[in-house]
T-cell receptor, first 107, second 112 residues
Framework: DAKTTQPNSMESNEEEPVHLPCNHS???????IHWYRQLPSQGPEYVIH???SNVNNRMASLAIAEDRKSSTLILHRATLRDAAVYYC????????FGGGTRLMVKP | EAQVTQNPRYLITVTGKKLTVTCSQN?????MSWYRQDPGLGLRQIYY???????DKGDVPEGYKVSRKEKRNFPLILESPSPNQTSLYFC???????????FGQGTRLTVV
C-alpha cells in the first residue's frame, strides 16, 4: 500500500508558484522522498528527491519538514507543460506509487 | 542518450497466446522493475530485479514472469495472457532501488 497522502487535485495559474504537499508520517529514517510526474500519455518522469535537507534542481525545489513527516514540492513558475499527475513516494528498496496529485495549470 | 526502451509500444493479442515485452536500458543500472497502470488503481509494481539473476515479486506478480540474465535487459513474460492483464505497462531502471528512476514510454497491451 502507498504510504504517502496527497491531495487528489490542485489548480494553479500560469507563471505562479505551486506548492504541492505530501504527508509521509510513517517514513523510516533511511527512506528517501522521491517526486515523479506523469504527463498525459507518457511514462513517469523523475523530478527530485531528498533525504533530510531541502533540495533544488532545474525542475523544482523540495522542502522537507524537520521531522520528515511531510514535504512540499515547489514549482517556482508553473507553465502549461507542468500540467501532470505528481507522485510523492517513500523510496526504500522500491518505489510504491500512490494516487498522486493532478495539477491543472490555467493560462 | 540515457534511456529505457520498451517494445512493442502497442500489442493486441488473444487469450492464452504467450507474449514477451522487452525492456532494455543503456545506463548500466543495477535495478530494474515492471509496473502496470490501470485507471483508478494507479501504478503497481509487478516484479523487480536488484541485480543480474536476482528477481523478486512486487505487489501484483500473478500471471507474469521475468528474467534478468544480463544487466541491460529485463523482459516481462505473459505465459498465458488473460483479459484482466489488459493494461499499460512500464519498465523502469535505476542505479539502486532508491535512486532516480528512468521509465520507458510504456506498452499498451490488450488481451481479447
Amino acid at each position: 500500500d502507498a504510504k504517502t497522502t496527497q491531495p487528489n487535485s490542485m489548480e494553479s495559474n500560469e507563471e505562479e508558484p505551486v506548492h504541492l504537499p505530501c504527508n509521509h508520517s510513517t517514513i523510516s529514517g533511511t527512506d528517501y522522498i522521491h517526486w515523479y510526474r506523469q504527463l498525459p500519455s507518457q511514462g513517469p518522469e523523475y523530478v527530485i528527491h531528498g533525504l533530510t535537507s531541502n533540495v533544488n534542481n532545474r525542475m523544482a525545489s523540495l522542502a522537507i519538514a524537520e521531522d520528515r513527516k511531510s514535504s512540499t514540492l515547489i514549482l517556482h513558475r508553473a507553465t502549461l507543460r507542468d500540467a501532470a499527475v505528481y507522485y510523492c513516494i517513500e523510496a526504500g528498496n522500491m518505489l510504491t506509487f500512490g494516487g498522486g496529485t493532478r495539477l491543472m495549470v490555467k493560462p | 542518450e540515457a534511456q529505457v526502451t520498451q517494445n512493442p509500444r502497442y500489442l493486441i493479442t488473444v487469450t492464452g497466446k504467450k507474449l514477451t515485452v522487452t525492456c532494455s536500458q543503456n545506463m548500466n543500472h543495477e535495478y530494474m522493475s515492471w509496473y502496470r497502470q490501470d485507471p483508478g488503481l494507479g501504478l503497481r509494481q509487478i516484479y523487480y530485479s536488484m541485480n543480474v539473476e536476482v528477481t523478486d515479486k512486487g505487489d501484483v506478480p500473478e500471471g507474469y514472469k521475468v528474467s534478468r540474465k544480463e544487466k541491460r535487459n529485463f523482459p516481462l513474460i505473459l505465459e498465458s495472457p488473460s483479459p484482466n492483464q489488459t493494461s499499460l505497462y512500464f519498465c523502469a531502471s535505476s542505479l539502486y532501488g532508491n535512486t532516480e528512476a528512468f521509465f520507458g514510454q510504456g506498452t499498451r497491451l490488450t488481451v481479447v
